[in-house]
C-alpha cells in the first residue's frame, strides 16, 4: 500500500503508514464508516469519500520557498549577481529596505484549516514577490506573513528609494483586488491588508550562494528602521523615513506655498524605468486633471474624463478618442480614426493643447514635472511643442532635471533657469547649527563638516544625522565637539545611490581601481568617483588605466 502523505511503501491491511504515521483507513464525513483508501465512495452510505483523501500540502523549507522566487528576479540578475559574485561580497552598499507585513493573519488562520490558509499565503507572497521585481527589487527574506525587500543591492539603483515607493504602492492595489476576489469565492473572509515600512541605508553585502540567497548584515539601524516604519504603518499604509533637501524639496515647498492660491496645479513624474513608454508623465498629469485614481474603471475614467471637458467647454467628440488611449481605456475608439501613426500623434498633441490652453482661462495652470532627464521622446516632443505654441497663456511650466540634461528649449526668452548651488561655508553653519539646536561648533568639527559635505544641503543634513547616530560628537554645555577619532565616514545617501549606480555600469576592470584607489586613499577615491560621473567610459579608460 503506498501511502498518499509521504509516498512511502507498506503491506497490505496495516493501519497506518510505517513512515509517516498517516491514518490508511479513511473515516466517512456522513456516517464515520470506515473505508479503505482506494473507495470514492463510502461502503456503508454511499457518501462521496475522495475528496478527504487530497495529501496536505508538503510544507517548503526556508531555502526551497527562496528557490522557488528566483523565477521573479528581474531578468538578467541572477547571471550578474553569480558573475560578480567575488566582488559583491563585503562591498558596502547604500540600500532601500522594504518591509511588508499582513494585517488581519491571525483572524485568517482561525477561519481556514491550514491547508487552505498555506494556499492563500502562497497567492500573497507571489504578489508581494512579482511587484517588488516589477521595480527592479529583489526579495531577501521571507518573514512569514510578509517579506523584505531590497533595492540598489546587490546591483546599485540610481532611484531606489522610488522603486521602493512605487512598489508598495503597487501591492496595496494588488491587494483590494485580491480581497475582492476572496469576497466573491470565501464569503465571510476578512479583508487581508500590508503594512509596509521604507528607509535607506548602508549595509554590508554578506554572502552570495549558488542558488542566489543574499545575506546582508545591516550597517546601523537600516533594516531596524524599516522593520519599525513598517509596525508604526496602518494597514494599507506606507511609511518613508527621510525627506530630500533638493529639488524635489524646493518643488515641494513651492507647491505648499502656492496651496491656498485660485489656480490649479497638476504634476507629473519621469520614471527611469519609464524610458520607454510614450506619454508616461503625460498621463500622470491627465489622470491629476480629471482626478482619475488608482483602481477606476473604463467607465469611470469616461464619465470623468467627459464631465472635466464639459468643465473647461471642450467638445469631446473629437478630443476623447485620444484622452482615452493615453489614459490606456479600452475600445478608445482611436483604431476608427483613419490617420497614419504621425497623423494621430500631431492630434493627440493639438488635443492636449486645447486642454491647456482652455483650462487656464477658468485659472492660472501650474504644470510642474519631475526628473525631465528620464523623459520619454515622445513627452518631450509634447513639450517643446505646448511651450512654443500657448503664448500668453496663462500657463507655468516647472520641470526638474540635472544638469546633464539639456533642453532643447533652453535658449527661448520664455524660460528660466534656476540652478541649485552649492550653499556657502557661512550658509553651511548655519543649517548645521540649526540641526543641532546651538550657535557653537568647535572649529575642528565645523573643518570637517565643511570638508565632507560640500555645500549640499542633502549631505549636510546625513551627514549631521550619522555623526550623532555614531556617537562621533557630543554636546558640552552648549558647544558641540568632536567626541573621538572619525573613521570612514559614508557618502550621505542620496549622492552614493548615484554614484554607485554608474560605478556598477562600467567594465569590472574600471570599478576594481575605483574600489583599490578609494581603500589607499579615501579623498583620492572620492575625486575618481565624481570624475566618473562626468566622463563616458572610453574616455575614463583611456585615462587611468594604468
Partial sequence: MKCLRCGSENREGVKFCGDCGAKFLISCPRCNAENPPENKFCNECGQAVSTSMKPPPKELTFDEKLFKIQRYLPQGLTEKILSQRDRIEGERKQVTVLFTDMAGYTPLTEKLDPE?????????????????????????????????????????????????????????????????????????????????????????????????????KAVGDTVNLASRMEGLAEPGATYVSEAGMGKSRLLYEFRKAVLNEDI???????????????????????????????????????????????????????????????????????????????????????????????????????????????????????????????????????????????????????????????????????????????????????????????????????????????????????????AKKLQAIGIPSTSQDVIMARVDALPERAKEVLQVGSLIEREFGYQLLKEVMYQQEGVWLSKYRT
Fill in 116 to 216: 487552505e490558509t498555506y494556499s492563500l499565503m502562497d497567492e500573497v507572497y507571489e504578489i508581494l514577490i512579482h511587484k517588488v521585481a516589477d521595480y527592479g527589487g529583489t526579495v531577501n527574506e521571507l518573514t512569514g506573513d510578509g517579506v523584505m525587500a531590497l533595492f540598489g543591492a546587490p546591483i546599485a539603483l540610481e532611484d531606489a528609494p522610488q522603486r521602493a515607493i512605487r512598489a508598495s504602492l503597487a501591492i496595496h492595489r494588488e491587494m483590494v483586488q485580491f480581497n475582492d476576489r476572496m469576497r466573491r469565492e470565501k464569503p465571510g473572509l476578512p479583508p487581508l491588508r500590508m503594512r509596509a515600512g521604507i528607509h535607506t541605508g548602508p549595509v554590508v553585502v554578506g554572502t552570495v550562494g549558488n542558488d542566489l540567497r543574499v545575506e546582508f
Fill in 264 to 482: 490649479t496645479f497638476l504634476e507629473g513624474k519621469c520614471l527611469s524605468f519609464g524610458r520607454g513608454v510614450a506619454y508616461q508623465p503625460i498621463s500622470d498629469i491627465l489622470k491629476s486633471n480629471f482626478y482619475i485614481r488608482e483602481g477606476d474603471g473604463d467607465s469611470v475614467i469616461r464619465n470623468k474624463v467627459t464631465l472635466g471637458l464639459q468643465v473647461i467647454c471642450v467638445d469631446e467628440g473629437p478630443a476623447m478618442p485620444y484622452l482615452l488611449e493615453l489614459l490606456s481605456v479600452k475600445d478608445s475608439g482611436i483604431e476608427k480614426i483613419q490617420l497614419s501613426p504621425e497623423g494621430k500623434k500631431d492630434r493627440t498633441i493639438e488635443t492636449l493643447k486645447k486642454i491647456l490652453v482652455k483650462g487656464s482661462e477658468l485659472r492660472p495652470l501650474v504644470i510642474a514635472i519631475e526628473d525631465l532627464l528620464w523623459i520619454d521622446k515622445t513627452s518631450e516632443d509634447v513639450l517643446k511643442y505646448i511651450l512654443e505654441s500657448i503664448p500668453g497663456a496663462r500657463v507655468l511650466l516647472i520641470f526638474t532635471y540635472r544638469t546633464e540634461f539639456v533642453p532643447t528649449w533652453g535658449a527661448r526668452s520664455y524660460h528660466n533657469q534656476i540652478n541649485l548651488n552649492c550653499l556657502s561655508n557661512r550658509e553651511s553653519l548655519v543649517m548645521v547649527t540649526h540641526l543641532l539646536g546651538t550657535d557653537y561648533l568647535e572649529s575642528a568639527l565645523e573643518e570637517v563638516i565643511l570638508e565632507k559635505t560640500a555645500g549640499i544641503p542633502f549631505f549636510i543634513e546625513e551627514f549631521i544625522k550619522s555623526l550623532k547616530d555614531l556617537r562621533f560628537i557630543e554636546r558640552k554645555d552648549s558647544t558641540y565637539r568632536i
